[in-house]
């Protein structure tokens, strides 16, 4: 019964930023996270690290050593254990500290640099903000946006293959043989950076045909882009949420009404 308890509180404290202890513990997290990932930055510096490679290296395994606390004692104190670690920041949580580890079989330890990414925390910190809201919302909106933007990605990948191979009928060996067009990928490549109007110019369409196919590509490019923003905008405008960052500690979801008694993805009922 004890150890529920201090479980229980060691889950408010580390998993939520309601309460006081709470977003202390997010405050201290991010300030340890930035501090590491500017230690790495500036291993990457090559007269910093002959200067003070010792003292970085010190501070990594330090930071790793931290990390690597805190991520068992949130395996610790969750309901279920396998449900977090598998969770997006769980996976985050441990590649954070594995490279460390790692670096006596090869030089992975650039790669905590993936520690950046925990420092989406503080909008937990600032949960009262608009921009927690606004963040919130927009991840819901993508999840419900999901399927349309899938089909609409599978169009624009048929089209893509179509419009390369046309291009490359027109302007390679089959045509004028204009560099850049060499094969079909080559082609293909080549109506990805035009369609999304990057535009690096590394190849040009040389013929009357392939200007006048190429000019069609760049209108659809603009087309095309604003089709993602109206399916997201959609979605934000027909669902409107006002979530906090109360969490499951059975599922691990947030996003909850602040009223709720139930988790809204598992059924539990909140203590």
Partial sequence: MKENSIKNKLYH???EAETPS?????IVLLITIFLSVICVILESVADIKIQYGDVLQNLEWFFTILFTIEYF??????KKPIKYIFSFMGLVDLLAIIPTYLMFIADLHHLTIIRSIRLIRIF????LS???RGGQTM???LRRSLPKIIVFLMSIVLLVIVLGTLMYIIEGPMGENNPGFEDIPNSMYWAIVTLTTVGYGSAVPITALGKFL????MILGYGIIAVPTGI?????VSNKINPNTFRCDSCLSEGHDPHSKFCKECGEEFS
């Fill in 130 to 132: 608009s921009y927690v």
């Fill in 139 to 141: 991840l819901f909106a």
């Fill in 22 to 26: 709470g977003k202390l513990f997010d």
């Fill in 214 to 217: 190429a000019s069609i590509i």
């Fill in 73 to 78: 004692m949130r395996i610790y104190i969750v």
């Fill in 232 to 236: 997201v905008s959609a979605a934000i």
């Fill in 124 to 127: 937990r910190i600032f949960h």
């Fill in 13 to 15: 404290i580390i998993f």
